[in-house]
C-alpha cells in the first residue's frame, strides 16, 4: 500500500476518536494530536520523495493553523480545534487543509446554527456575533461584555471530522 493510503486512514482513525471525544468531553486531547503528527510526518518521511512529503506537510500544518487562529482568537473557538485542523493538514498539505478548513466552516455554521434554535438563543448568538466582529473591526472595543453569557459549547472536532472525510471520499472518487 502507497503511503498516501496509510496517511488516509491514519488520518481517518485520527479524526473519528477527535469526533466521538468532543462530542462526549467537549476537548480534543493534546496526547491525540501530538500521536497523529508524530504519525503523520513518520509516514511522510517514508514516501518516495521525503523531503517535499514533509515540507507539504508542513505547509498543510501552516494553513490550518493560519484559516482557524483568528476564530480562536476572537473567542469563538477552542484551541483544540486549532491544534487539530493544523494536525489534519500535516497528514494532508495545504491545498487540502484549505479545502478541509473551508467545508469544516460551513458544517459547523450549520450545526451551530441548528444548536442555538433548538436551544432558543438565536438572538443571544446575534448579539455575540455583533460583539466579535466590532472587537475584530474597531480598535479599543472590547471582543466580550462583562457577564456576557455564552450560547453554548459546540463539538467543532465533528465539524473538522466531516469536512476532512469528504475531502478523502472525494479525492478517491
Given at each position: 500500500m502507497p503511503v498516501k493510503q496509510y496517511l488516509d486512514v491514519a488520518l481517518i482513525l485520527l479524526v473519528s476518536i477527535a469526533a466521538v471525544n468532543d462530542l462526549a468531553t467537549r476537548r480534543i486531547p493534546n496526547r491525540l494530536l501530538l500521536a497523529g503528527l508524530v504519525c503523520a510526518f513518520f509516514l511522510h518521511a517514508y514516501s518516495a520523495d521525503p523531503a517535499s512529503s514533509v515540507l507539504s506537510a508542513l505547509g498543510g500544518m501552516g494553513v490550518g493553523f493560519v484559516v482557524f487562529l483568528p476564530f480562536y482568537l476572537l473567542h469563538g473557538m477552542a484551541a483544540g480545534d486549532v491544534k487539530m485542523i493544523a494536525t489534519v493538514g500535516a497528514f494532508i498539505?495545504?491545498?487540502?487543509?484549505?479545502?478541509?478548513?473551508?467545508?469544516?466552516?460551513?458544517?459547523?455554521?450549520?450545526?451551530?446554527?441548528?444548536?442555538?434554535?433548538?436551544?432558543?438563543?438565536?438572538?443571544?448568538?446575534?448579539?455575540?456575533?455583533?460583539?466579535?466582529?466590532?472587537?475584530?473591526?474597531?480598535?479599543?472595543?472590547?471582543?466580550?461584555?462583562?457577564?456576557?453569557?455564552?450560547?453554548?459549547?459546540?463539538?467543532?472536532?465533528v465539524a473538522i471530522a466531516i469536512g476532512t472525510m469528504t475531502v478523502l471520499v472525494r479525492d478517491y472518487s
Open positions: 498539505g495545504p491545498a487540502e487543509a484549505f479545502h478541509v478548513a473551508m467545508l469544516s466552516w460551513c458544517v459547523g455554521g450549520l450545526m451551530a446554527l441548528l444548536m442555538v434554535a433548538c436551544r432558543g438563543r438565536l438572538s443571544m448568538l446575534l448579539s455575540n456575533v455583533g460583539r466579535m466582529l466590532g472587537g475584530a473591526l474597531i480598535p479599543g472595543v472590547g471582543i466580550a461584555a462583562p457577564g456576557q453569557t455564552s450560547v453554548g459549547s459546540m463539538p467543532y472536532g
